[in-house]
């Protein structure tokens, strides 16, 4: 494997990584303005 292979394999994981980042669901514990946490702790 040559560097321009390395690169490119870099810079693939780069972007997957951050269209992964943009799919991201952030607001999983809000429901309809409420906030929820959940413990597993029992």
């Known amino acids: 494997m040559d560097n ?3 690169l490119r394999d870099v ?6 990584v951050e269209e ?3 799919c991201r669901a952030t607001d ?3 429901f309809g ?3 929820y946490a959940f413990d ?3």
């Open 4 to 6: 321009r292979e390395s």
């Open 11 to 16: 810079v693939f994981a780069y972007h997957t």
């Open 20 to 22: 992964a980042r943009e």
């Open 28 to 30: 999983i514990f809000k």
């Open 33 to 35: 303005g409420n906030v």
């Open 40 to 42: 597993s702790t029992t």
